[in-house]
T-cell receptor, first 112, second 107 residues
Framework: DAGITQSPRHKVTETGTPVTLRCHQT?????MYWYRQDPGHGLRLIHY???????DKGEVSDGYSVSRSKTEDFLLTLESATSSQTSVYFC???????????FGPGTRLTVL | DAKTTQPPSMDCAEGRAANLPCNHS???????VYWYRQIHSQGPQYIIH?????ETNEMASLIITEDRKSSTLILPHATLRDTAVYYC????????WGAGTKLIIKP
């Protein structure tokens, strides 16, 4: 399995506060992805990166920003968290389509 | 929105083959068929993918019809640990996830 860690694993925060989630990989994969998953739904892509400092938006990017300053780390930032951003966030990595994606364990974020 | 159609749930007896169907009504020529699964609240796990030909690996077999409008994932000898939500996706770049099929393996 790809070595993918996410931190924190759980976070409770208040509306309006900034939040940063971190994804770290040890596999030297070129692509990294941030998804969110809400109850009863599949994953939705927030942002992805196809190389250091190369990022692009996914289908639900509003309210989120990302940064990738080195291959192994991909940060997801909620500049001002809202209750609608309460979700489970998954990071994934891969060598790029059409190859497989490897997923991290997820971060459960609650915005009160 | 997801481009594929899957039944919301299925049961299978332990030890039997589990056959999970998927419809790809709008798949285009350069889009691959992917299957992933998600066990409880863990991160999704890749199972298999293919373009036109049938594929087999240590986890499963993938059967794609000649017109590529449908596929079937086959778990040859299902175990209780195969209870999960299974997602089929067709894509040539970003993965668009639907709600998947909840597969319950019964003893």
């Amino acid at each position: 399995d790809a070595g993918i860690t996410q931190s924190p694993r759980h976070k409770v925060t208040e509306t309006g506060t900034p939040v940063t989630l971190r994804c770290h990989q040890t596999e030297n994969h070129r692509y990294m992805y941030w998804y969110r998953q809400d109850p009863g739904h599949g994953l939705r892509l927030i942002h992805y990166s196809y190389g250091v400092k190369d990022t692009d938006k996914g289908e639900v990017s509003d309210g989120y920003s990302v940064s990738r300053s080195k291959t192994e780390d991909f940060l997801l930032t909620l500049e001002s968290a809202t209750s609608s951003q309460t979700s489970v966030y998954f990071c994934a990595t891969g060598q790029g389509p059409p190859g497989e994606q490897f997923f991290g364990p997820g971060t459960r974020l609650t915005v009160l | 929105d997801a481009k594929t159609t899957q039944p919301p749930s299925m049961d299978c007896a332990e030890g039997r083959a589990a056959n999970l169907p998927c419809n790809h009504s709008t798949i285009s020529g350069n889009e691959y068929v992917y299957w992933y699964r998600q066990i409880h609240s863990q991160g999704p796990q890749y199972i298999i993918h293919g373009l036109k030909n049938n594929e087999t690996n240590e986890m499963a077999s993938l059967i794609i019809t000649e017109d590529r409008k449908s596929s079937t994932l086959i778990l040859p000898h299902a175990t209780l640990r195969d209870t999960a939500v299974y997602y089929c996706i067709d894509s040539n770049y970003q993965l668009i996830w639907g709600a998947g099929t909840k597969l319950i393996i019964k003893p």
